[in-house]
């Protein structure tokens, strides 16, 4: 369905690595402006291959979009190069944190302005900003990134991507390897800085629980397929999809 005011649109699209391997049949979704949308689905199901699409990153992986299209604010991402639409507001923050280890925590957060010819003055105020949303980076900020803490390094990875300006956040799992608390407090935190700036966030969960709580709207994918899409809310009450799209056990089909 095509939606005039959303910020990022993916249309219909189908992608494969090395021209054989298809990992997206088709897969839609639209984000609007302001909103934290949450795209969900088991693993392999096909949440980073459409992150990556929508950074456009697949080429660096041998792969490439096959048939539909995705938007970014009017621009058709594949037209653009990943720091194009990094200038552009669309910045990821891919799976797995990568933090330089042996920067310091301050120094990787810095990395996030260079692409866009920041001043002195104005990374001082981004730094700022990332230490009041993250307050433990900043007792933090001298020790190598390496160093640190799970938690603290995917508030290092996020607090980076916040130095390069984002209007579209795209999040790989960021709750990949985290305990509990510390996914509930980075989310809360994702949750504020929505709500205080507006800013729009695209994250991959497969930790549908803490997603559905803290999204807007959600998209569940399977085998490459958007499968199911609608409130948070809504989607919060489907106990049985949430059984069989998120763990526990696939229900067997019904005898018929
Ligand atoms: P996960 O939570 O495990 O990351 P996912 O939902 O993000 O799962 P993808 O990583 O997008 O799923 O994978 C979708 C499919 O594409 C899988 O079958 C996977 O094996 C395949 N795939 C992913 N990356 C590559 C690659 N670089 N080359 C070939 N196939 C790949």
New binding site residues.
């Given amino acids: 369905m095509t939606e005039p005011t959303a910020l990022l649109r993916v249309e219909r699209v189908e992608a494969a690595?090395?021209g054989t391997?298809v990992?997206l049949h088709d897969v839609s979704l639209n984000v609007r402006r302001g909103e934290i949308h949450a795209l969900l689905?088991?693993?392999?199901?096909?949440?980073?291959?459409?992150l990556k699409a929508v950074s456009n990153l697949l080429p660096a992986?041998?792969?490439r979009i096959t048939a539909g299209r995705i938007v970014f604010d009017g621009h058709d991402v594949t037209r653009a190069t990943p720091a194009q639409l990094v200038r552009l507001g669309l910045v990821p923050v891919l799976?797995g944190r990568h933090c330089f280890p042996s920067l310091t925590v301050e120094e990787n957060l810095v990395t996030g302005a260079l692409g866009r010819d920041a001043r002195r003055a104005e990374i001082e105020q981004g730094l700022e900003k990332v230490y009041a949303i993250f307050p433990r980076l900043k007792e933090r900020r001298r020790s190598p990134a390496g160093l640190t803490s799970g938690g603290e390094q995917q508030m290092t990875a996020i607090g980076r991507a916040l130095l390069a300006r984002p209007r579209l956040l795209v999040l790989?799992?960021p709750s990949m390897g985290l305990a509990p608390k510390v996914v509930q407090d980075i989310f809360q935190r994702l949750r504020r800085l929505n709500q205080s700036e507006g800013l729009s966030i695209l994250v991959?969960e497969?930790n549908s629980t803490v997603a559905l709580r803290y999204a807007d709207n959600a998209t569940v994918?399977e085998a490459?397929h958007t499968v199911l899409s609608g409130t948070a809310h809504a989607l919060r009450g489907r106990e049985d999809i949430r059984h069989f799209y998120f763990g526990g056990e696939v229900a067997a089909p019904a005898a018929a």
């Fill in positions: 690595y090395q391997i990992a689905g088991a693993n392999g199901a096909g949440k980073s291959t459409t992986e041998r792969g799976e790989d799992e991959a497969q994918v490459g």
